[in-house]
T-cell receptor
Framework: EAGVVQSPRYKIIEKKQPVAFWCNPI?????LYWYLQNLGQGPELLIR????????DSQLPKDRFSAERLKGVDSTLKIQPAELGDSAVYLC??????????????FGPGTRLTVL | DAKTTQPTSMDCAEGRAANLPCNHS???????VYWYRQIHSQGPQYIIH???NNETNEMASLIITEDRKSSTLILPHATLRDTAVYYC??????????FGGGTRLMVKP
């Protein structure tokens, strides 16, 4: 069974440029998460989707970040324009469903973003 | 979510048991204890979870104290590939996972 797929694995851009990250969750997983991980810290949730609906986006900086999961399968996270402080690893995770007895999340390898 | 306290780093000799402690003194009755680990340049990986009883799977054992204020993750025979950051998280069933700084475990030959 394929795991969570993310692309690209690495991205280097100049500040003020736009950037997009793509995630394909495990087949059949209704819940999709985007996390941000700064160096030396644990992942921080940006947004959670239940199918195509964003049910928790309180931590997403909406002035420059946007996300979509149009058909309830794969998802895209966008930053426009990128700032130096956005340099981090962006992780995507999926799980069978939210609100389950327990919530085992499966993570992709992440996209390492460097903003110059 | 209740907060957890973990040592910043630990060392363990290869082949020995690694015992990783976690304090969660403000855990509430419906919150589970989850453990994830993150190997360098990879995403976090689920290890085990528990509510009250001790749990064991093919990866590790989880020992939760009777008052549930602390727990220990045990890797019975640590290998070099177990070198990673280990995160202890408490959360309601199905609620969000809030990662702290974790414990950086270094398994040494």
């Amino acid at each position: 069974e394929a795991g969570v797929v993310q692309s690209p694995r690495y991205k280097i851009i100049e500040k003020k440029q736009p950037v997009a990250f793509w995630c394909n969750p495990i087949s059949g997983h209704n819940t999709l998460y985007w996390y941000l991980q700064n160096l030396g810290q644990g992942p921080e949730l940006l947004i959670r989707y239940e199918n195509e609906e964003a049910v928790d986006d309180s931590q997403l900086p909406k002035d420059r970040f946007s996300a979509e999961r149009l058909k309830g399968v794969d998802s895209t996270l966008k930053i426009q324009p990128a700032e130096l402080g956005d340099s981090a690893v962006y992780l995507c995770a999926s799980s069978l469903r939210g609100g389950a007895l327990y919530n085992e999340q499966f993570f992709g390898p992440g996209t390492r973003l460097t903003v110059l | 979510d209740a907060k957890t306290t973990q040592p910043t780093s630990m060392d363990c000799a290869e082949g020995r048991a690694a015992n990783l402690p976690c304090n969660h003194s403000t855990i509430s009755g419906n919150e589970y204890v989850y453990w994830y680990r993150q190997i360098h340049s990879q995403g976090p990986q689920y290890i085990i979870h528990g509510l009250k009883n001790n749990e064991t799977n093919e990866m590790a054992s989880l020992i939760i104290t009777e008052d549930r204020k602390s727990s220990t993750l045990i890797l019975p025979h640590a290998t070099l590939r177990d070198t990673a950051v280990y995160y202890c998280i408490v959360s309601d069933a199905g609620n969000m996972l809030t990662f702290g700084g974790g414990t950086r475990l270094m398994v040494k030959p």
